[in-house]
């Protein structure tokens, strides 16, 4: 059983950044994952990483200004968010899964991102 819980978000100016956290147990051998979801669209997939780290992807609307990496000996990951966007306000939600680059079985509780002036 994996449990997820994400903290860092909050109200950030555009140009500014924020790093994301998610705290999580027994996933070592998950792929893990950050999506995100804004009001009237779909959830869509941030970043990716592999196991145990060597592989990353990243949606293309985020590609050069985000970073997601993990640490497995302190079971956790984060999201690096670098010159924010208007629209990158979402709640963010970390995602454990089996298969890289698609969601998996367990989500986090979500966090807030707002980027606004």
């Known amino acids: 059983q994996v449990q997820l819980v994400e903290s860092g978000g909050g109200l950030v100016q555009p140009g500014g950044s924020l790093r994301l956290s998610c705290a999580a147990s027994g996933f070592r051998r998950y792929s893990m994952s950050w999506y995100r979801q804004s009001p009237g669209k779909e959830r869509e997939l941030v970043a990716a990483i592999s196991p145990a780290g060597g592989t990353t992807n990243y949606a293309d609307s985020v590609k050069g200004r985000f970073t997601i990496s993990r640490d497995n000996a302190k079971n956790m990951v984060y999201l690096q968010m670098n010159r924010l966007k208007p629209e990158d306000t979402a709640i963010y939600y970390c995602?454990?899964?089996?298969?890289?680059?698609?969601?998996?079985?367990?989500w986090g509780q979500g966090t807030q991102v707002t980027v606004s002036s």
């Open positions: 995602n454990a899964g089996t298969s890289f680059g698609s969601s998996g079985d367990y």
